[in-house]
T-cell receptor, first 114, second 112 residues
Framework: KQEVTQIPAALSVPEGENLVLNCSFT??????LQWFRQDPGKGLTSLLL?????REQTSGRLNASLDKSSGRSTLYIAASQPGDSATYLC?????????????FGQGTTLQVKP | DGGITQSPKYLFRKEGQNVTLSCEQN?????MYWYRQDPGQGLRLIYYSQIVNDFQKGDIAEGYSVSREKKESFPLTVTSAQKNPTAFYLCASRTVPGDTQYFGPGTRLTVL
């Protein structure tokens, strides 16, 4: 059974710092992996999606990497800003079937202090 | 504006009552999903539907029911059989085939 883990559960950094959020999964047979952002009491916004054949994706100050063989993904945030404060969730889509089901980690809550 | 709407934003239920959460999308997406989120936890799949008039149970379907009579609508009913329904409920949709799921703003359900 696929399990997704995110460590740490919470992170607090000063503004301007570069940071890395971690996501690990137990079954390497994935179709893709997504990183989402969730603001308090809101829905999820997709940040980056990495296909199983890809190693990384970039969008602005965000860079996501994928190492399928070791079951790990990282989300790198450059030059963090207070507006980056939110919960970041990673989700894997299993490799079998075409249901589109996602399995989520518990999330990392990030606070960027001015 | 294209997107997913969920209503109501907040919902209060007395014990023993059934309640229905609304999810509507105008993205012309084929597949729709219902997730539940508890504090400090990730999302867990309740039900999903890939086509009109068809739906499947997710990982935590007990105490819930759904219908998919129209492509744009996927309501979720929380029945009295659901023992711990207080949670944040999120609806999502995607094209088939397609990769990205788009989420609605959520409904917070509280049992009084």
């Amino acid at each position: 059974k696929q399990e997704v883990t995110q460590i740490p559960a919470a992170l607090s950094v000063p503004e301007g710092e570069n940071l890395v959020l971690n996501c690990s999964f137990t079954d390497s047979a994935i179709y893709n992996l997504q990183w989402f952002r969730q603001d308090p009491g809101k829905g999820l916004t997709s940040l980056l999606l990495i296909q199983s054949s890809q190693r990384e994706q970039t969008s602005g100050r965000l860079n996501a990497s994928l190492d399928k063989s070791s079951g790990r993904s990282t989300l790198y945030i450059a030059a963090s800003q207070p507006g980056d404060s939110a919960t970041y969730l990673c989700a894997v889509r299993p490799g079998s079937g075409n249901t589109g089901k996602l399995i989520f980690g518990q999330g990392t809550t990030l606070q960027v202090k001015p | 504006d294209g997107g997913i709407t969920q209503s109501p934003k907040y919902l209060f239920r007395k014990e023993g009552q059934n309640v229905t959460l609304s999810c509507e999308q105008n993205l012309n997406h084929d597949a729709m999903y219902w997730y539940r989120q508890d504090p400090g936890q990730g999302l867990r799949l309740i039900y999903y539907s890939q086509i009109v008039n068809d739906f499947q149970k997710g990982d935590i379907a007990e105490g819930y029911s759904v219908s998919r009579e129209k492509k744009e609508s996927f309501p979720l009913t929380v029945t009295s059989a659901q023992k711990n329904p207080t949670a944040f409920y999120l609806c999502a949709s995607r094209t088939v085939p397609g990769d990205t799921q788009y989420f609605g703003p959520g409904t917070r359900l509280t049992v009084l």
